[in-house]
């Protein structure tokens, strides 16, 4: 029977050897080092140089570096350290400690010291494996707890380089390497696709409402053409709820009382917090009941918060409650409150007060430009679609991290 520490849980056929724990100082290459202590001057054009702002979501990404340092600089920061293909970096000080990159590129550059830099000895040690140890719950649990307390944690390098690495010999660590890798891979190419529906919302959104004095939008589907008509807000909405400053005192029923953080992506579906009013409270306290089919905007504290209501319920005095007169229409509407032209007509009735609020009578005097009822059924169906899409690709982005944090647990010890 394998012995728990020996073996992980989880292993690709044909290993059988016990893993060893080694000191990650006896595995590297020399010892752990970091860039200049002192602030570099930076000028226009020069080398990269980067630090903690550039370690994001396990890469790095240079469009956040620090700026430039000159040649001549760089070449004393080399007397230290030379960065180097497959290095592996650890955010050792600040707020972000414990963040891990591995360098993927040739080109010229360097760092400042809150990065720890490690090298492997590729003969004991695969770059990529330790990159993926040092992700694990359990080393990211040690960085944390061994740097030092104050303004800002600090892990010592000399600390770091005492840290136990678990490792098999160097063909497994290539097979669990390998397989991370190609999962990290399939994280960034759902990530690159959720930012590009992202990216298509938001330009759609700029280009199918027109804008400010115009008529028509930029973009429109086949077979429309009348102008867009000017109306007021409440000519298309039946009620605007403004919901009681009061909070029940008392919860149990099924009508759901629901806050700001109970909103997933497009739609209020109920409260995630499980708090819940009866009718009899809701006639004591004359409660405002928000109809299924409606909207909520957010019309004090957080800006700009729109959602489509599932089911009655109540909320607080963050939202108002918008009931439209065709609910064919409510899909247009939610992607209309999403536009550029309505958050700047929020922005500026908000204009002068101290704490953001906008009143009922300004939604209901708010003016709008709107197309027919049809039109805006398709205008209403195509950003739909992309909410759809948008979602989809946020749960296979999850799964994705889920299924790595499972496998990390499960391949390492």
């Not at 000399?158 to 010999?169: A, C, Q, S």
């Not at 589907?221 to 007021?232: A, H, I, L, S, V």
């Not at 195509?382 to 499972?406: A, P, S, V």
Request: aromatic share 10%.
């Amino acid at each position: 029977m394998i012995e728990k520490k020996k073996a992980p849980k989880l292993r690709f056929p044909g290993f059988t050897d016990d893993w060893e724990q080694r000191k990650l100082l006896d595995l590297l290459s020399q010892p752990i080092t970091d860039g200049p202590h002192e602030t570099p001057d930076l000028v226009d054009k020069g080398v990269p140089f980067i630090s903690v702002d550039a370690i994001v979501d396990n890469k790095i990404d240079f469009h956040r570096k620090r700026g430039f340092i000159t040649e001549e600089y760089d070449l004393e920061c080399r007397k230290k350290y030379a960065p180097q293909r497959d290095d592996v970096y650890l955010v050792k000080s600040g707020s972000t400690v414990g963040k891990v990159a591995i360098v993927e590129t040739d080109t010229r550059f360097n760092i400042w010291s809150p990065l720890a830099a490690m090298r492997a000895n590729r003969d004991l040690l695969l770059p990529k494996y330790l990159y993926h140890f040092l992700q694990l719950k359990d080393t990211q649990q040690e960085v944390f707890a061994k740097s030092k307390g104050g303004t800002q944690p600090n892990l010592s390098m000399r600390i770091l380089e005492k840290f136990n690495v678990r490792l098999p010999g160097m063909d497994e660590q290539k097979k669990i390497s390998d397989c991370l890798d190609n999962l990290d891979h399939l994280i960034t190419l759902h990530q690159r696709k959720l930012e590009h529906t992202k990216d298509l919302k938001k330009s759609m959104l700029q280009k199918m409402f027109p804008k400010k004095g115009e008529k028509n939008p930029e973009i429109r589907f086949p077979g429309f053409t009348d102008d867009w008509e000017q109306r007021k807000l409440e000519d298309e909405f039946s009620d605007f709820i403004v919901p009681m400053r009061d909070k029940p005192k008392e919860f149990g029923g099924n009508i759901p009382w629901t806050r700001i953080e109970d909103i997933e992506g497009k739609y209020l579906n109920g409260t995630l917090s499980n708090q819940y009013v009866t009718e009899d409270t809701v006639k004591k306290m004359n409660l405002k009941i928000i109809p299924k089919n409606s909207l909520i905007v957010s019309s004090s504290a957080t800006f700009g918060v729109v959602a489509v209501v599932t089911q009655d319920l109540i909320t607080n005095q963050t939202f108002i409650g918008l009931v439209p007169k065709e609910i064919e229409t409510i899909d247009y509407w939610y992607a209309y409150f999403n536009s550029d032209e309505v958050k700047k007509y929020m922005r500026l009735q908000s204009a002068g007060s101290t704490i953001f609020y906008i009143a009922r009578e300004s939604f209901e005097k708010m003016p709008v430009t709107i197309p027919s009822k049809y039109e805006m059924i398709k205008i209403g169906q195509h950003f739909n679609n992309l909410d759809r899409l948008i979602t989809l690709h946020q749960r296979e982005l999850e799964h994705l991290k889920l299924l790595k944090k499972g496998l990390l647990q499960q391949m390492f010890i």
